[in-house]
C-alpha cells in the first residue's frame, strides 16, 4: 500500500478535502454544513491523505482523511477538522495526518499546538503527546475538551516509542 500526505496552500483547491468533511461531519455526525465550512478554511494550511494500492498507480488514489492547521497567535498553532473517512478508520491515516500537522506547526516555529477534541478521541490524541485542559464543553452538539502539545510533550512522546 502506497499512502501520501499532501499539504494545500491557502487558496489552493479544497475540494477533496470538503468532500471527506461534509461525509464524516455533516453526513454521519450530523453537523449543520454551515457551521462545518467557515472562512478560517480561506486562510488555514490542508492536509490531505492519499491511498493507493502501489506507488505506481498513483492516479487510481483515493482520499481518505484531513485536516486543516491555523496560527492563532505568540507561536500557537490550532489543529482542527481531523477526518478520517468511516471505511478507512483504524489503518493509522489518522496518527499520520496529525503528526504532519504537528511537524508543520513546529517548523513554521509553533511553542504549543493546540486542538478541540471530540471526547470519545481523546485517547487517540493523548497517545500523540497531548494533553487534556479544562473541563467538557458542548460544541455542535457533540462534546469535546481542549488539548494541547509543547516541544517538551512531543520529545517525551517520541522517547517513549523508542
Given at each position: 500500500m502506497y499512502i501520501q500526505g499532501k499539504l494545500i496552500?491557502?487558496?489552493e483547491?479544497?475540494?477533496e478535502c470538503f468532500k471527506i468533511r461534509k461525509e464524516v461531519f455533516v453526513e454521519e455526525q450530523g453537523i449543520p454544513e454551515e457551521l462545518e465550512f467557515d472562512d478560517l478554511d480561506k486562510t488555514a494550511l490542508h492536509c490531505i491523505i492519499f491511498s493507493t494500492g502501489n506507488e505506481q498507480n498513483e492516479e487510481q488514489s483515493k482520499a481518505v482523511a484531513t485536516?486543516?492547521?491555523l496560527?492563532?497567535?505568540d507561536g500557537t498553532f490550532k489543529i482542527g477538522r481531523i477526518a478520517v473517512r468511516k471505511d478507512e478508520r483504524g489503518k493509522?491515516?489518522?496518527d499520520m495526518l496529525v503528526k504532519?500537522?504537528?511537524s508543520k506547526a513546529f517548523e513554521c516555529g509553533a511553542k504549543t499546538v493546540?486542538?478541540?477534541a471530540q471526547v470519545?478521541?481523546?485517547k487517540f490524541y493523548e497517545s500523540i503527546g497531548f494533553k487534556t485542559m479544562g473541563e467538557v464543553y458542548m460544541e455542535d452538539g457533540i462534546e469535546h475538551i481542549s488539548m494541547k502539545l509543547d516541544q517538551q510533550d512531543l520529545c517525551r512522546t517520541c522517547q517513549k516509542e523508542k
Open positions: 496552500n491557502p487558496g483547491d479544497l475540494s485536516g486543516r492547521l496560527l492563532l497567535e493509522h491515516y489518522g504532519i500537522l504537528i493546540m486542538l478541540s470519545r478521541v481523546v
